[in-house]
């Protein structure tokens, strides 16, 4: 097993693995992708432009957003893990895709914007068959999956791969509970990538999806009324759902608006009654890498980037059980960083250094030792932390109690070349005094 599968395959391992667990919880969550600037094939004018409407749209309406704009195969990979991630037990997972999509022997490939295929058996290397991204909402639990396709624009693929091939995208069923699949346009027809800044399908569905009182399937039937009126009658979105309930993105009368997705911003104070984070920035604008000395450093290639995880101090092993850095970015709840010095850990230090400057629009954190809820509970987490980057700006953050993972985002990606993490304060464990982070990773704007 080779190639872009073999990298899927791993992800949806890990995706498999954590889901296994209680750990990752979210109300609703999103997989944004728009890709169009393709590299071996006909590029696309509005993908990126669409994957963002429905991206601050959705984010808008409290969804956490995992966003891929002209992703390659390592984009899809780690994006579809983070959206496994989040998705664990959600009340809604949601997945936009837009971009070519290719139908080859009744399968559906979303293709990646470096994907090379020069024959049909390249596909499984080089592209993202449909139904895994179904399955992977399958394995979720989430209580409602919804799926939009805007990807029938044309066919890329070269003339001698015509054998097998149609045009369009093959049907998909809705074979899950809570499941919904849109298109936008019948299965085996073509759908047009719109005269304007985005397509009609997407054009249609952002200005109608946050109507009060629209339920979702009536949503999707004003949005095949749009769609088919403003082609000419040319294309006709189509549906295929399973759902349970009702849902409405916009909320009901008497409910109150939307609750706007819950995002840490590091460049903005916060409002009302919430704890004010300070900014400051020093001189020069460039930091040197602090140097620990201690010896607690791991390396590993991450997000395009050699990086270099350290930690000011490790606890020693116990029971065959290892508490370095190297348990930050390995995707896996069992295992944790565990400072190692007397007392609760208040002024222990972790850095991740980067091989290079780069665009770093924020991280993902996994507080505590998040193996279980008991292990979790008995050892101490952090409840107030100061991030420092390598530009010379620095913030108190704090953060929440809880085992899932959290996003913390910049209001802009900041051009970096480490940063660095210090426990202030902590949420004391009822057993033990020593503090722990399970997943400490950062999140690059520049993949």
């Known amino acids: ?56 749209k959705l984010a808008g309406l409290g969804f956490e957003v995992v966003r891929i704009i002209d992703g390659d195969r390592r984009a899809f990979r780690e994006g579809l893990t983070r959206f496994g991630r989040q998705s664990e037990g959600a009340e809604v997972a949601l997945v936009f895709y837009a971009g070519h999509g290719v139908q080859v022997n009744g399968q559906n490939w ?11 058996t390249d596909l499984p290397a080089q592209a993202l068959k449909a139904n895994d991204l179904l399955e992977i909402m399958d394995i979720s639990g989430a209580r409602l999956k919804l799926v939009f396709f805007d990807a029938c624009r044309n066919n890329p693929l070269p003339r ?16 899950a509970a809570g499941m919904m699949i849109a298109f936008a346009t019948s299965p085996g027809d073509v759908a047009l990538d719109g005269s304007g800044n985005n397509s009609p399908f997407t054009e249609a569905l952002a200005r109608l999806i946050d109507t009060p009182d629209l339920e979702v399937r009536h949503l999707m039937g004003k949005v095949r009324e749009s769609v088919y009126s403003s082609t000419g009658e040319r294309q006709l979105p189509w549906l295929n759902e399973a759902l349970i309930g009702e849902f409405y993105f916009g909320g009901r009368t008497g409910d109150g608006p939307p609750v706007a997705a ?24 460039q ?5 620990y000395g201690g010896g607690f450093c791991q390396s590993a290639s991450v997000s395009g980037s050699r990086l270099q995880f350290c930690a000011s101090s490790v606890l020693d092993p116990q029971l065959g059980n290892r508490y370095g ?46 193996k279980n ?8 987490r952090v409840r107030s932390a100061v991030l420092r980057l390598s530009d010379g700006s620095s913030q108190r953050l704090d953060l929440p109690d809880t085992m899932r993972s959290n996003r913390f985002s910049f209001g802009a990606p900041l051009e970096v070349t480490w940063m660095e993490l210090e426990i202030d304060s902590v949420f004391p464990g009822s057993k033990y005094a020593d503090t722990a982070i399970s997943e400490f990773v950062p999140v690059f704007a520049d993949w």
């Not at 809820?373 to 101490?380: F, L, T």
């Open 1 to 56: 097993m080779t190639g872009f599968l073999k990298l899927l395959s791993g992800g949806m391992c890990l995706a498999v693995c954590l889901l296994a667990g209680s750990a990752f919880a979210a109300g609703k969550t999103a997989l944004v992708i728009g890709n169009g600037a393709y590299q071996t094939m006909p590029s696309l004018r509005n993908p990126a432009n669409d994957a963002t409407l429905i991206a601050n």
């Open 110 to 120: 979303l293709l990646p914007v470096d994907a090379e295929i020069a024959a049909s």
């Open 160 to 175: 001698s791969l015509s054998r097998g091939a149609a045009n369009g995208l093959a049907r998909l069923e809705a074979n």
């Open 262 to 285: 819950k995002v840490q911003d590091l460049h903005q104070q916060p409002t009302g009654d919430a704890d004010q984070i300070t900014l400051s920035r020093t001189e020069p604008r």
């Open 287 to 291: 930091q040197p890498v602090p140097n």
């Open 325 to 370: 850095p190297g348990n930050l970015f390995d995707g896996k709840l069992s295992t944790a960083w565990v400072e190692g010095v007397a007392g609760n850990g208040a002024g222990q230090k972790l850095l991740i250094a980067f091989d290079r400057p780069r665009l770093l629009s924020g991280f993902d954190l996994v507080n505590g030792y998040a």
């Open 373 to 380: 809820r008991d292990i979790y509970a008995k050892n101490a």
